[in-house]
């Protein structure tokens, strides 16, 4: 099966700023993908370069199988974008701006209209389609943005940071309709630096960090690098700590804190249930237990700690 994305090698320099310093990478067609990494990181350039909005310095990439720069066309064709930053026409009607979009990826007048129509309805901004983008809301320009997006039926779905600065419901509803597009074949290709949303909604997510892929993986085996803490109350508050077979090579520390028993391990939710079988079996009456996983967050924190002892000079 051809990939969405297939990225080999990718460089790009400004200058003498490298924002990306040879990045591979295979998006694998319906997925849903995560880009993620703090500012900087290059998420915006890699994917200005596969729509075609900044030219590669070096490497290949194909979007379905196509060649971003000699089969420009029919790569661009597959892909929605919903950009970043707004850059829209301001002074047309917002459903004209969609129609437009639609006519020149070559969709024909009527079902341009029809396309125009169906976007500004799946992202729930109708009733706006005869107004200027300049007068919509934050929220709606975003919601708008997403409309531009779809207006194709693209294959490929890229969301740059679509729910930065967003409020609450804004954002539920935005991933209830990429999730929607996702369940209905669509690959998505969602950065974000909101690592909740990365863990909530994909199925694959790529650290990138000073325009180095760092990771690639699920987030659930992300998250079983990081260390868990499970804690246990009990009836009687304990003093000593209670000798622990549980967790075979999983349980990193054993403690206690006000009474209760601490264990960190990775993996907490499978060490738990053996943990209770054996304090229940050495006759110690649980009350509670708390199992509180590493974040997502914690665990990405880790992976892009820039060492500031350690400046690397450029090869640039
Ligand atoms: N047009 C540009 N000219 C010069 N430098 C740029 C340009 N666009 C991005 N950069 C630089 O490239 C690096 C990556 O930026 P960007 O891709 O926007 O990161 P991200 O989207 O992950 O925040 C940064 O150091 C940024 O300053
Ligand atoms: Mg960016």
Redesign the pocket.
């Known amino acids: 099966m051809v990939a969405a994305i297939e990225i080999d090698g990718l460089t ?1 320099r ?2 003498d ?1 490298t ?2 310093d040879g990045v591979s990478l295979s998006v694998p067609e319906g997925s849903f993908f995560g880009l993620l ?10 994917i ?1 370069i596969l729509v075609g909005l ?1 030219r590669k310095s070096g490497g290949e990439a194909r979007v379905f199988g196509h060649d971003i720069e000699t089969e420009y066309r029919a790569a661009r064709d597959r892909v929605g974008l919903a950009p ?1 930053e707004f850059n829209v026409d301001r002074f047309f009607p917002i459903r004209e701006v969609l129609e437009h979009k639609a006519g020149y990826h070559g969709i024909p007048s009527p079902e341009a209209r029809q396309r125009a129509d169906e976007a500004l309805k799946q992202v729930g901004i109708y009733e706006k389609r005869d107004t200027r983008f300049d007068w919509l809301s934050g929220g709606m320009k975003r919601r708008f943005l997403i409309a531009r997006a779809l207006v194709t039926d693209p294959d490929l779905l890229i969301l ?2 679509p729910t930065a600065g967003v409020d609450v419901q804004l954002r539920h509803d935005l991933w209830e309709l990429i999730t929607d597009l996702n369940e209905g074949g669509t690959t998505i290709l969602l ?1 974000t630096h909101y690592i909740e949303e990365a863990e909530r909604l994909c199925d694959e997510v790529a650290i ?1 960090d000073q ?1 180095r892929v760092v990771t690639v993986a699920t987030p659930g085996d992300l998250m079983d690098r990081g260390t868990d803490r499970i804690t246990v109350t009990f009836r009687d508050p304990i003093r000593s700590t209670p000798s622990i077979a549980a967790g075979n090579g999983q349980v990193e520390a054993v403690e206690i804190r006000d009474g209760r028993l601490v264990v960190s391990a990775s993996q907490g939710g499978l060490v738990a249930p053996e943990l209770v079988r054996e304090l229940d079996a050495a006759g110690y009456e649980i009350v509670d237990l708390d199992v509180s996983r590493t974040s997502l967050e914690e665990v990405f924190v880790e992976l892009t700690r820039s060492d500031s002892s350690v400046t690397e000079e450029g090869t640039a």
């Open positions: 790009k400004y200058g700023v924002a990306l990494g703090p500012n900087g990181a290059g998420k915006t350039t890699f200005n900044a970043q740059d940071e950065t990138l325009g």
